[in-house]
Nanobody, 123 residues
């Protein structure tokens, strides 16, 4: 099994910055990608940013000018640096990891999710 743990959430004033981290651990052959998603009250979960092991990144249009995702492959950790935060950024932020596992000679792709961390941006 694979464990995904987020940290770094909290309360910040509008215009401020906040950094989140997510670490994946457990039994897997490779860690292909990690990403951040968020869900605000009354809204569906949405993509924030993703990062692959070869360095490719993808951002939602609503955050691409204010948020940066980065990875430390040696530590199986992904970071989300958020700047110029707005009240509409308030949400539970979830980390996801896509891994490859090998079972009896068969390679399988599996997705794992963390429990989420609350980010609240006040006016």
């Amino acid at each position: 099994q694979v464990q995904v743990v987020e940290s770094g959430g909290g309360l910040v004033q509008a215009g401020g910055s906040l950094g989140l981290s997510c670490a994946a651990s457990g039994s897997f052959f490779t860690l292909n990608a990690m990403g951040w998603y968020r869900q605000a009250p009354g809204k569906q979960r949405e993509l924030v940013a993703t990062s692959t092991s070869d360095g490719n990144t993808n951002y939602a249009d609503s955050v691409k000018d204010r948020i940066t995702i980065s990875r430390d492959n040696a530590k199986n950790t992904v970071y989300l640096q958020m700047n110029s935060l707005k009240p509409e950024d308030t949400a539970v932020y979830y980390c996801a990891a896509t891994v490859l596992t090998v079972v009896r000679g068969t390679i399988r792709r599996e997705d794992y999710w963390g429990q989420g961390t609350q980010v609240t941006v006040s006016s």
